[in-house]
């Protein structure tokens, strides 16, 4: 899917601010000023001068309206959420150039907290995303395990995991390692994941027999010693 440059980096930004709840790490991702701070760096988020106590109350009210979106079953209960949140951010779109970048919109006021930055800037980006007929990229991780929420950017919509070098890996290695205790049970399979030897209607091995294997030489597969 293509999208602009800033609306990427809002949706990289609603994201980690949802996956900071602490019912996703089993910890709070924003529980102080010095982790809000963080935040606000990482993701550029321009025209914040000072954070308080208060605006991590601010922010995890937002952040609770962002986790409602990414849960909404249809676009009309997700364009409720959104509309109410970006009215009350008084989004006001403008041009501006700061810190050396190119042209880009803005939708929230001058001086305005990073609650109301980021439900303005965040809440317009997925209101595109809903115009665009894409509200389904806005996912949840199919781990088990895991309740990530990530955007789906792939061009077929395919993407089904937070991380497919994480979540996704981990559940391939499960499946497999799965696949083979049960051909290990059943003895359809050998220590390579193979079929296992074969076995005759007495009840044989398909392999050498046992007076057979009484003179076999000592060795490896190859009668090589070892």
């Not at 990482?42 to 009210?61: F, N, Q, T, W, Y």
């Not at 009309?76 to 150039?97: F, K």
């Not at 088990?144 to 089904?160: E, G, I, Q, T």
């Amino acid at each position: 899917m293509l999208i602009n440059h800033d609306t990427r980096c809002a949706l990289d930004c609603v994201v980690e601010l949802v996956n900071s709840a602490p019912q996703i790490e089993g910890r709070e991702g924003l529980g102080d000023v010095a982790r809000l701070r963080a935040f606000v760096e990482r993701h550029k988020v321009s025209d914040v001068a000072r954070l308080d106590h208060e605006d991590i109350g601010a922010v995890h009210a937002v952040r609770a309206r962002f986790t409602q979106v990414f849960a909404a079953p249809d676009d009309p209960t997700a364009v409720a959420v959104l509309n109410e949140m970006i009215a009350e951010a008084g989004t006001t779109p403008r041009l501006t150039d700061h810190d050396g970048y190119d042209w880009h919109m803005h939708y929230f006021s001058p001086g305005a907290s990073l609650a109301t930055h980021v439900a303005a800037d965040c809440g317009m980006a997925i209101a595109f995303l809903v115009l665009a007929g894409e509200r389904e990229r806005l996912r949840r991780c199919d781990a088990p395990a895991c309740r990530r929420a990530f955007v789906d950017l792939s061009r077929n919509r395919s993407r089904r995991y937070c991380d497919s070098r994480t979540c996704g890996n981990r559940l391939h290695v499960a499946a497999y390692r799965a696949r083979r205790r049960e051909a290990e049970e059943t003895g359809d399979a050998g220590p390579d994941g193979g079929h296992g030897p074969r076995t005759d209607h007495a009840g044989q091995s398909g392999g050498p027999t046992a007076e057979h294997a009484g003179t076999a030489r000592p060795g490896g597969p190859d009668g090589a010693g070892a």
